[in-house]
């Protein structure tokens, strides 16, 4: 079945509070990576998230308060490595507590300890949880681990990382994007948010196929703008479905507007970031007037 009317934005009371708009925890950076948790946290607040929380290597605290002045840093126990360590798990486990939504991998390493730490991670996180990057390459093919979650599961990879999952190559997922999606999504249970030209968003049986977005997006960190843009609407009430189905039509839209500015050549994330309000302000004025 496929599913091709975009939801609307998430509604607003006049008289809310930044408590009434869903708090989002992520739990991203490592040392050259922390843009990406930047990124992340950013995205999740303009997509209306009333409080974000970043959970990261302790010695990056400093670095992620120059980033994201909006944000509540939450330092964690680290490797010698400068990232999160096995140690950090009860933090951010007691910190995903009070979180609607949480987003869990960019810029992440999915090797060694920190690996170990987001695979224990991913079954006990009672939040919903958007998983990218490292987290999900630390998960790999082993889908039953997603399975297991008691709360909903997105899942956010490009075709590379869709290859891990299902034991395939990126050339043979290429070949029926719709259907590696929705055969994974079936399996572990999680909203799959296949990237790419056309990004297809699938719970196994509703199929989204996006029509906005363009060449200019394949930039690093347009991927942790999308999950921070998917986690904000979850934490807002919004189905997972329907969170990822219109994150990515509007992320697909900032990247439009922007190469009506800058051309898709000279296109970085920071420019769909930047964007994000001009598309939300569109897309409301035609689906809701104004």
């Keep these: 079945?496929?599913?091709?009317?975009?939801?609307?934005?998430?509604?607003?009371?006049?008289?809310?509070?930044?408590?009434?708009?869903?708090?989002?925890?992520?739990?991203?950076?490592?040392p050259g990576m922390t843009g990406a948790g930047a990124m992340a946290c950013i995205a999740?607040?303009?997509?209306?998230?009333?409080?974000?929380?970043?959970?990261?290597p302790k010695s990056l605290l400093l670095i992620s308060e120059i980033l994201t002045v909006e944000t509540v840093g939450i330092p964690l126990p680290e490797?010698?490595?400068?990232?999160?360590?096995?140690?950090?798990?009860?933090?951010?486990?007691?910190?995903?507590?009070e979180a609607d939504a949480v987003?869990?991998?960019p810029g992440l390493p999915a090797t060694?300890?920190?690996?170990?730490?987001?695979?224990?991670?991913?079954?006990?996180?009672h939040a919903p949880l958007v998983l990218d990057a490292g987290g999900l390459t630390s998960i790999g093919a082993d889908w039953q681990t997603i399975r297991k979650r008691k709360a909903p599961t997105i899942v956010t990879p490009h075709p590379g990382e869709m290859s891990r999952l299902v034991n395939k190559s990126a050339a043979d997922i290429q070949t029926d994007r719709q259907g590696f999606a929705k055969k994974y999504a079936k399996a572990s249970g999680a909203v799959v948010v296949l990237k790419g030209a056309h990004t297809v968003v699938t719970d196994g049986e509703d199929c989204y196929v996006n029509t906005t977005g363009n060449s200019g997006m394949a930039t690093a960190g347009a991927g942790d703008i999308l999950a921070g843009m998917i986690a904000g609407f979850v934490a807002q009430h919004m189905p997972p479905f329907e969170a990822a189905q219109l994150a990515v039509y509007l992320h697909?839209?900032?990247?439009?507007?922007?190469a009506k500015v800058l051309g898709e050549h000279s296109m970085i994330a920071g420019d769909i970031l930047n964007a994000l309000p001009q598309a939300f302000l569109a897309y409301r004025q035609q689906t809701q007037g104004g």
């Design 112 to 125: 060694g300890e920190t690996a170990e730490l987001l695979r224990l991670l991913v079954p006990e996180m």
């Design 103 to 105: 987003v869990m991998g």
């Design 1 to 30: 079945m496929s599913s091709t009317k975009i939801p609307s934005l998430p509604s607003r009371k006049p008289d809310g509070h930044k408590g009434d708009f869903g708090r989002v925890l992520v739990v991203a950076g490592s």
């Design 44 to 56: 999740a607040l303009r997509s209306g998230a009333g409080l974000v929380a970043w959970a990261l």
């Design 252 to 258: 697909g839209l900032a990247g439009d507007l922007a």
């Design 79 to 97: 490797t010698p490595l400068q990232t999160p360590s096995v140690d950090a798990r009860e933090i951010i486990l007691e910190a995903a507590i």
